[in-house]
């Protein structure tokens, strides 16, 4: 068990955990993101609220979701050790602290959109989450529709989503690194796998705002 916890809190193992932590979240999107199309139904929301009524009241997917905040929060923490230690490791060789110098674009840019990805996380889970599950919100549907007909809320949720594909991106790219498949046999397989998730996932994520903000949510009005 020690040689365990050594091995995590070693500079291989936090990029290990990290690129672990990620990629199951990735996946995670393609689930939640299946779920959130059903609004685009035209039942009047029924589905949707279907969904959501299952997610909210099932035994085991109550317990999943402790498991998907218990991968988001290890994350996180990594995600700032490991910036604690490089953030530790310039100080120590520069005399003269030159953030050009220091550090890369890329990494720089890595720390803000995971500083914003979780700021957007934190309205999202506010927004939508908690009302579900905290404040007995029956009809999600008319919620999705009543807040996606403000403008700022959808141009907000838009800039969300690109700065997600900006971090999916140069996340994979981290990961497939850490993991040693960034090789020119797999070359072609992984920036097509890399493109679906930080690509084609936001996109379809962005159709849903979008969709009801220009429609009025036609598709949902009933419930309203």
């Known amino acids: 068990m020690n040689s365990f916890f050594t091995f995590i809190n070693s500079s291989v193992g936090k990029k290990l955990l990290m690129s672990l932590t990620g990629l199951f979240?990735?996946?995670?999107?393609?689930?939640?993101?299946?779920?959130?199309?059903?609004?685009?139904?035209?039942?009047?929301?029924?589905?949707f609220n279907t969904y959501a009524h299952f997610m909210g009241g099932n035994p085991l997917v109550r317990t999943l979701?402790?498991?998907?905040f218990l991968f988001i929060a290890v994350h996180i923490v990594n995600g700032v050790r490991i910036w604690w230690q490089?953030?530790?490791?310039?100080?120590?060789?520069?005399?003269?602290?030159?953030?050009d110098e220091n550090t890369t674009l890329p990494s720089r840019m890595m720390a803000l959109s995971a500083s914003l990805v979780l700021l957007f996380l934190v309205v999202h889970l506010r927004k939508f989450?908690?009302?579900?599950?905290?404040?007995g919100e029956q009809n999600m549907a008319g919620l999705v529709v009543t807040t996606f007909?403000?403008?700022?809320?959808?141009?907000?949720?838009?800039?969300?989503?690109?700065?997600?594909?900006?971090?999916?991106?140069?996340?994979?790219?981290?990961?497939?690194?850490?993991?040693?498949?960034?090789?020119k046999r797999y070359a072609?397989?992984?920036?097509?796998?890399?493109?679906?998730?930080?690509?084609?996932i936001p996109v379809l994520f962005a159709c849903i705002p979008?969709?009801?903000?220009?429609?009025g949510g036609a598709?949902?009005?009933?419930?309203?």
């Open 25 to 47: 979240l990735s996946l995670f999107l393609i689930v939640h993101l299946a779920g959130n199309l059903l609004v685009l139904r035209q039942d009047g929301g029924e589905s």
């Open 65 to 68: 979701e402790i498991g998907l």
């Open 86 to 99: 490089n953030r530790k490791a310039r100080g120590k060789r520069y005399d003269v602290y030159r953030l």
């Open 129 to 135: 989450w908690v009302p579900a599950r905290f404040e």
């Open 149 to 183: 007909q403000n403008g700022w809320y959808v141009l907000f949720y838009l800039i969300a989503l690109v700065v997600l594909g900006y971090h999916l991106r140069h996340g994979f790219q981290s990961a497939f690194q850490t993991f040693g498949w960034k090789t």
């Open 188 to 200: 072609g397989l992984i920036e097509f796998a890399a493109a679906f998730f930080w690509l084609v």
């Open 210 to 215: 979008l969709y009801v903000y220009l429609t």
């Open 219 to 224: 598709a949902v009005a009933s419930l309203r």
